[in-house]
């Protein structure tokens, strides 16, 4: 099955740098890839997320890039605020009628004020 | 996208107990799914509710423990029974919508904070 790893586990960066989240992905037939934030005691929120037939798709502040050959995606934050610390979900999900999507581990972001 | 509500939002239980979580969602969505959220952890399925039919349940997880049910396309209950402390955590309804023609996007109720003490 599939396997989605995140790193790193944390990452803190100062108000107004970017932050730069990573993920792997095992499974060659994953075809969509969503980034969840979740803020802390709410639920996961759909904030991005990218097809296997796109490199890169942007959306304000935020973006997200996918090398298949490589099997990595990664989210893009640039001048990041203090309402962007949370907890970042990826996600992998192969294409099929009851495919499923398989979450990584999650990484905690700061931003330091 | 869809308007998903849980009930309890929060529930403290004794164990050897059970609690039935139910999803209320207010369009109609073919796929709906239950999932375990512990401290800290990542999201981890437990069954997608099949309307119609018995659900779909993932390693680890057997439908004595979580019986779903799955009596229309707007509505799904998931109850844990027997319940012990390991089984404190949050449980997240999810549903998933169509994006076009050619895939789906997926969203998550509020979630169910259970304690069982």
């Known amino acids: 099955g599939e396997n989605v790893e995140q790193h790193p586990s944390t990452l803190s960066v100062q108000e107004g740098d970017s932050a730069v989240i990573k993920c792997t992905y095992s499974?060659?037939?994953?075809?969509?890839f969503p980034w969840y934030k979740q803020e802390l005691g709410k639920r996961p929120q759909l904030i991005i997320d990218i097809r296997s037939n796109v490199g890169e798709k942007k959306d304000q502040r935020i973006a997200v890039t996918l090398n298949k050959t490589a099997k990595h995606f990664s989210l893009h934050i640039t001048e990041t605020q203090p309402e962007d610390s949370a907890v970042y979900f990826c996600?992998?999900?192969?294409?099929?009628?009851?495919?499923?999507?398989?979450f990584g581990k999650g990484i905690t972001l700061s931003v330091r004020p | 996208s869809a308007v998903i509500s849980q009930k309890p939002s929060r529930d403290i239980c004794q164990r050897g107990t059970s609690l039935t979580i139910q999803c209320q969602v207010d369009?109609?969505?073919?796929?709906m799914f239950w999932y375990r959220q512990q401290p800290g952890q990542s999201l981890t399925l437990i069954a997608t509710?099949?309307?119609?039919?018995?659900?779909?349940?993932e390693s680890g997880f057997v439908i004595d423990k979580f019986p779903i049910s799955r009596p229309n396309l707007t509505f799904s209950t998931l109850t844990v029974s027997n319940m012990s402390p390991e089984d404190s955590s949050i449980y997240l309804c999810?549903?998933?919508?169509?994006?076009?023609?050619?895939?789906?996007?997926?969203?998550f109720g509020p979630g169910t904070r259970l304690t069982v003490l």
């Open positions: 509710a099949n309307q119609g039919s018995e659900a779909t349940y």
């Open positions: 369009s109609q969505v073919t796929m």
């Open positions: 499974d060659s037939a994953s075809n969509y």
């Open positions: 996600a992998a999900r192969p294409t099929g009628a009851n495919s499923k999507l398989t």
């Open positions: 999810s549903v998933g919508q169509p994006r076009g023609s050619s895939y789906n996007e997926q969203f």
